[in-house]
């Protein structure tokens, strides 16, 4: 099925979008823009001037940018929820009898479900940073999974189930290695932030220079565990690519993707360490480990259905 | 030669794609971080019609055009009335060089400060012209313009509130400040600059 393929990778590409958006909220400061779920000031659609709002809500609580920046994270979180759901019927409608489409297609629309009530909890909980970052990482598992949905809708369209002989030797272990360290880092990185935050909220005065000297250790940890990893990848990737690259189109892509995406990582971690916090670096930093997170799974997946 | 033509043009695609979405988040920061300090709209005014100590009638028109500093007080008050009436003459007299400022002192007990009283009560504080004015109107009028038009509760006369309300040129409420607060103060005076310099 073309059509499904196509919905498949749009749906892919509007979770990532919408993790990108999410992240915007974060770093913009907009997580209370709305200080209620699921409506925003007791409304569908956000006031526009303090006027609008019910009696029983403070008016100097109101800020229209913040708000329309917040409610735009949940309208496209709900235009995502649709296309997820959409992938999950269409599943069972061409895809019955395929539980590698199926059954990741159904976990992705239940978590999805899920997710849009966490998101609510996330409001509730004033941004408590354990739950703003769970709200992120249950974004990665759904990306995943509607990743390696793509990936296997894809391979039934084309009617070839790549189980080519490749000479994979660890390629394999390597690339999961990498994903692992990936997700790995994301979790320090989002402690980094979270340390920032309490050390910002106890020292408001602080520059953003003083603030990194405050978080200093789990700082370099994030920073050196980043370099052996991209020191890693450019090492591993060049290699797996020259083996299995020829073999495996898809995954060629994936690694060379996942290169370049580690080069723009250290980038914009020096950048961080030298020029300071500046919430544009911050948002594009998650963003691209996402799509790291994405690609490296990519690859994962070519080399589990290829044999040795 | 086809496959490295895809990742050159998918290595493109996403650093057009990067460069929209860099421009996106661009806009949206700044905007967010302006709007945080941009001084919040609070409320409009609604449409009024009281009598000025002069004895000519005073509403909305004549607050618009002007950057407006409102009170609520009365001249029997020996409460917090004479120390918030001595912060507004401070600042009647800091503004003296001023003609885009009015302050407006509306009394909320319109039946023991007729017209005379309130001419009495600006002379004390030394008002000379019309850049501060004492307002009166039936108590119905002043309770609907304190509690909807305002948004100040407390009852009146006795408990009504000691803030003043900054009100735009376009007759939109910008602020509350408490006068017992040198720094709240302080911050309308930042206010009042930030509001003359909008358009």
Redesign the interface.
């Known amino acids: 099925m073309r059509g499904f393929t196509r919905l498949c990778f749009i749906t892919t590409a509007t979770t990532y979008l919408l993790i990108f958006v999410g992240g915007l909220v974060r770093v913009s400061g907009a997580g209370l823009g709305c200080p209620d779920w699921p409506k925003c000031f007791g409304r569908w659609i956000p006031p526009v001037s303090a006027q609008q709002l019910p009696p029983d809500m403070d008016p100097s609580q109101f800020n229209f940018t913040l708000a329309w920046i917040e409610y735009s994270n949940r309208l496209l979180g709900m235009t995502v929820g649709l296309l997820i759901l959409a992938t999950a019927v269409l599943a069972i409608k061409y895809y019955r009898k395929s539980p590698r489409i199926l059954y990741p297609a159904w976990a992705a629309a239940l978590l999805t479900a899920f997710q849009g009530w966490q998101g609510g909890e996330v409001v509730t909980s004033q941004l408590k940073p354990v739950i703003v970052s769970a709200h992120m990482g249950i974004a990665l598992v759904i990306v995943s999974l509607m990743i390696y949905v793509t990936r296997e809708a894809y391979y039934a369209e084309i009617g070839a189930v790549s189980t080519k002989s490749v000479p994979a030797g660890r390629s394999r272990v390597w690339i999961g290695v990498l994903w692992l360290v990936t997700i790995i880092q994301i979790v320090i990185g989002t402690q980094v932030r979270s340390s920032l935050e309490i050390a910002d909220a106890a020292n408001p005065l602080l520059t953003s220079a003083e603030l990194i000297e405050k978080v200093k250790s789990i700082n370099i940890v994030h920073a050196l565990v980043g370099l052996a990893a991209a020191a890693l990848a450019w090492k591993v990737l060049p290699g797996i690519l020259r083996r299995v690259g020829e073999l495996l189109p898809i995954l060629r892509q994936a690694g060379f993707g996942a290169m370049m995406l580690v080069a723009i990582q250290v980038l914009l971690g020096l950048a961080m360490m030298l020029l300071g916090i500046n919430p544009m670096i911050q948002v594009f930093h998650l963003w691209v480990a996402s799509l790291l997170v994405g690609l490296l799974l990519l690859g994962y997946a070519e080399l589990t259905s290829a044999k040795d | 030669m086809s496959?490295n033509r895809?990742?050159i043009r998918?290595?493109f695609s996403?650093m057009i794609m990067?460069l929209i979405?860099?421009t996106a988040?661009?806009v949206?920061?700044y905007?967010?971080?302006?709007?945080?300090r941009a001084i919040?709209?609070?409320?409009?005014v609604p449409e009024f019609a009281f009598v000025e100590r002069s004895g000519s009638p005073f509403g909305l028109d004549d607050m618009n055009g002007e950057i407006n500093v409102v009170d609520f007080i009365f001249t029997n008050c020996h409460g917090p009335c004479p120390l918030m009436s001595s912060v507004m003459a401070d600042l009647y007299r800091f503004y003296a060089p001023s003609d885009r400022i009015r302050f407006i002192s509306i009394s909320v007990d319109p039946l023991r400060d007729s017209i005379e009283t309130l001419r009495a009560y600006a002379d004390k504080f030394g008002v000379s012209d019309d850049r501060w004015v004492f307002l009166r109107a039936g108590i119905d009028s002043v309770l609907s313009l304190y509690e909807k038009g305002f948004?100040l509760s407390g009852d009146l006369p006795g408990e009504h509130s000691t803030r003043f309300v900054l009100v735009d040129r376009n007759g939109r409420i910008r602020g509350y400040y408490h006068p017992e607060d040198d720094a709240s103060i302080e911050l309308m005076k930042t206010h009042i600059r930030l509001l003359a310099k909008e358009q």
């Open positions: 496959e895809t990742i998918s290595f996403f990067a979405l860099l988040a661009a949206i920061i905007q967010a971080e302006k709007s945080r919040p709209v609070l409320g409009t948004m």
